[in-house]
């Protein structure tokens, strides 16, 4: 995951993107281990979006999650996968100013061993995807 500089942190400018990569399973299906994300500091958030945060009790570590729904205080937040925990349920409302942007595009490096054409052709396929807010993963998440 990106990590701010100390400039960032003096209150300097921000810089618009950002590159982040994911580690876990928490937004499987959505995302997987090893996707890259672009991001956009500062972006609007709505319900839907997936979000790059400072973890609420660590906040030297990044998390991915989507942003679920707009409570008093802050953001609820969880994962597309309901499994992997480490969301809002075990840490609560995430406060505005541990949001640190928006994750606009998805890029899945080439697997190795990906050789045969079709493979490849696969791969190229699926290999970026924007990440819109009303996919069927955030409609799952806002009807519970």
Same mark, same amino acid.
């Given at each position: 995951?990106? %990590?701010?500089?100390?400039?960032?942190?003096?209150?300097?400018?921000?810089?618009? $993107?950002?590159? !982040?990569? /994911?580690?876990?399973?928490?937004?499987?299906?959505?995302?997987?281990?090893? =996707?890259?994300?672009?991001?956009?500091?500062?972006?609007?958030?709505?319900?839907?979006? @997936? +979000? @790059?945060?400072?973890?609420?009790?660590?906040?030297?570590?990044?998390? /991915?999650?989507? !942003?679920?729904?707009?409570? %008093?205080?802050?953001?609820? +937040?969880?994962? =597309?996968?309901?499994?992997?925990?480490? =969301?809002?349920?075990?840490?609560?409302?995430?406060? =505005? %100013?541990?949001?640190?942007?928006? !994750?606009?595009?998805?890029? #899945?490096?080439?697997?190795?061993?990906?050789? *045969?054409?079709? !493979?490849?052709?696969?791969?190229? $396929?699926?290999?970026?995807?924007?990440?819109? *807010?009303?996919?069927?993963?955030?409609? #799952?998440? #806002?009807?519970?």
């Amino acid at each position: 995951m990106p %990590e701010l500089s100390q400039d960032t942190e003096r209150g300097r400018t921000v810089p618009p $993107l950002g590159l !982040a990569e /994911v580690t876990g399973p928490s937004m499987v299906p959505t995302l997987r281990h090893g =996707d890259r994300l672009l991001l956009r500091y500062g972006a609007p958030i709505r319900p839907g979006d @997936v +979000v @790059v945060l400072r973890h609420p009790f660590q906040q030297d570590l990044l998390v /991915v999650k989507r !942003a679920t729904e707009r409570r %008093e205080g802050g953001w609820w +937040v969880l994962g =597309d996968n309901p499994y992997a925990g480490g =969301d809002s349920t075990d840490y609560g409302v995430v406060p =505005d %100013e541990l949001i640190l942007g928006k !994750a606009w595009f998805r890029y #899945r490096p080439r697997v190795a061993g990906q050789r *045969s054409p079709l !493979a490849v052709l696969r791969w190229a $396929l699926s290999a970026t995807r924007p990440l819109f *807010s009303d996919r069927s993963a955030s409609r #799952r998440l #806002r009807a519970r």
